[in-house]
């Protein structure tokens, strides 16, 4: 469907250019209530959307939009199993990979719980068995250190975690390499122990470039140390290729699947997550999946007005189409979130970084903007200065847990405090007449204030949603990635895309795959002539 031809999509076009001259300040004067009135709570998460510029008026033609759009049937063939990949013919299920109770979802006729609660439990019992010194290497030690080595979703949504949840670590140290570089692989391992070291290789197929490089590179580290018979007790793999995995010299015993119909970007509740339960422990990892479902409760049942995913991604929509913001800022303001950003750039740029829609017409409207950020405090000193005062208006996401294991005081006050304060001075921003009278305050002079004053004056208006988590617990956490992927999930319904395939990143694996035999002097594909004169420039 095209959304821009229906009702709703008119009416936000026309009331966008009425509420262009309104600012914020003026929006909170005239509703002293609006912050209560623009929130929403759910699964120990606080959604305040107050400085943001819109209206009743908005937030009506934006759920005009979702319903013009059958937004409620697209929740439930996602949920239900249908196959809304529609250019892989596959479902998209990863909610049922974190379902709780006695929930079941088919798949071409087939309840694929059990199944999932099978190798769940598998994982399970191997972490156990590594984090309680069960596990020994060839050495008869057990294992200290353990070693990721994946790419792309196999990669940062398991580190993603791994980091957030830093706190609550009581196993081996995780660490996770994903780069080709060799740099990356060497510098992780220098310090570690082979005798002691675990690697697991993510990679469903098993024949990822950069990944079966990386492991390969591993193996020989490992082999050289402890033979060739060492491999079995240092080698495990999330995968579904069992050959391939048997010829690279791992017990498939010891191999962790998934399916088709999960996307590596929504992997990190799979199999893809045993790194977190050898990090944090099964009962948290368990804790995670327990957040998520929540959420996943949460977003299938409430109503539109009162959903946390659809109102984000309404919100999203507006900046994207109908005030013409292509960017959007992730500002987490605890440093275990670090990675966050990236792990949400894969989401929301993979999924919805779309130039046709789901049936293969060109969209004719902006879809997927561009997702970047950085933890707040340092951003406070960085790229916040283009937010104030640059030309473009980038809306950004504020996110804070109020609560987390080793904060010590001062610094949770000054860092709520920082948060606080660069969402209120986006919104408000800074008039002439507040320069002027603060400069005079001060004792300038009226030759130097005109001199600064187009320095300091900040348009204000700025707008920004700010995310309270009660405390960075597992089970929040798992619902607050949750409710990001459901609120790309409902901006790629919206605007009618399939957001689960990547022809894109596919093109590039396969170009990857024909110039390494061209690097390495074999016969290959002919490329256009920069490539060409790249080649032989590297050749020389």
């Not at 049937?73 to 239900?80: G, Q, V």
């Not at 800074?430 to 001060?442: D, I, L, N």
Request: charged share 20%; hydrophobic share 40%; glycine share 8%.
């Amino acid at each position: 469907m095209n959304p821009s031809l229906t009702t709703a999509w008119q009416q936000l076009g026309d009331h966008a250019q009425s509420l262009a001259p309104r600012h914020m300040r003026d929006l909170f004067a005239a509703d002293p209530a609006r912050a209560a009135h623009f929130s929403l709570q759910a699964c120990g998460i606080l959604l305040d959307y107050s400085k943001n510029r819109i209206t009743d008026d908005t937030v009506r033609h934006l759920l005009s939009l979702a319903d013009e759009c059958d937004l409620r049937s697209h929740i439930l063939a996602m949920f239900e199993g249908e196959a809304i990949n529609n250019t892989e013919h596959r479902a998209v299920l990863h909610t049922a990979l974190r379902a709780r109770g006695d929930a079941h979802t088919f798949v071409n006729g087939e309840n694929v719980i059990p199944a999932i609660r099978e190798v769940r439990e598998r994982c399970a019992a191997f972490a156990e068995r590594v984090r309680s010194g069960e596990w020994k290497g060839f050495s008869g030690e057990s294992i200290t250190d353990v070693v990721n080595i994946g790419i792309g979703g196999s990669d940062l949504g398991p580190l993603m975690v791994c980091e957030a949840l830093k706190p609550y670590a009581d196993g081996p140290r995780v660490h996770f390499v994903s780069n080709v570089d060799s740099l990356h692989l060497g510098q992780t391992l220098a310090g570690l122990n082979p005798a002691r070291t675990l690697f697991v290789v993510a990679s469903k197929t098993f024949t990822t470039l950069e990944t079966l490089t990386n492991a390969r590179s591993a193996r020989s580290w490992l082999v050289a140390a402890g033979g060739e018979n060492a491999v079995a007790r240092h080698f495990v793999a999330v995968s579904t290729n069992a050959e391939k995995v048997s010829a690279f010299g791992i017990d498939t015993a010891n191999m962790f699947g998934f399916w088709d119909w999960v996307g590596g970007r929504y992997s990190l509740w799979s199999a893809i997550g045993l790194p977190i339960a050898l990090s944090v422990g099964p009962q948290r990892f368990e804790e995670l999946l327990a957040g998520a479902a929540e959420m996943d409760q949460h977003f299938r049942t409430a109503p539109l007005a009162e959903n946390l995913p659809v109102l984000l991604a309404l919100l999203g929509i507006w900046y994207v189409d109908f005030m013409g913001c292509g960017s959007q800022v992730v500002a987490p303001y605890n440093q275990t979130l670090h990675r966050l950003p990236a792990f949400l750039q894969q989401l929301d740029m993979e999924s919805n970084g779309k130039r046709v829609r789901a049936d293969g017409e060109p969209v004719e409207y902006a879809t997927g903007p561009v997702i970047w950020g950085e933890p707040g405090t340092n951003g406070q000193h960085a790229f916040f200065q283009l937010l104030h005062q640059g030309t473009a208006t980038i809306p950004v996401d504020f996110i804070l847990a109020l609560s987390q294991p080793g904060q010590v005081e001062p610094h949770r006050t000054s860092q709520i405090a920082n948060c606080l304060a660069q969402s209120a001075a986006l919104m408000q921003g800074k008039t002439e007449g507040e320069v002027r009278a603060e400069m005079s305050a001060r004792g300038a002079s009226e030759a130097e204030i005109e001199a600064l004053l187009p320095h300091r004056v900040f348009p204000g208006n700025r707008p920004s949603n700010t995310l309270l988590l009660d405390e960075l617990s597992p089970r929040i956490l798992g619902a607050l990635l949750a409710l990001y992927e459901h609120k790309v999930f409902v901006q790629g319904s919206i605007w009618g895309l399939n957001s689960f395939d990547q022809w894109g990143v596919e093109l590039g694996k396969q170009l990857a795959s024909g110039l390494e035999k061209r690097l390495q002097g074999e016969t290959g594909p002919a490329y256009d002539g920069s490539t060409e004169a790249l080649l032989k420039y590297i050749a020389q």
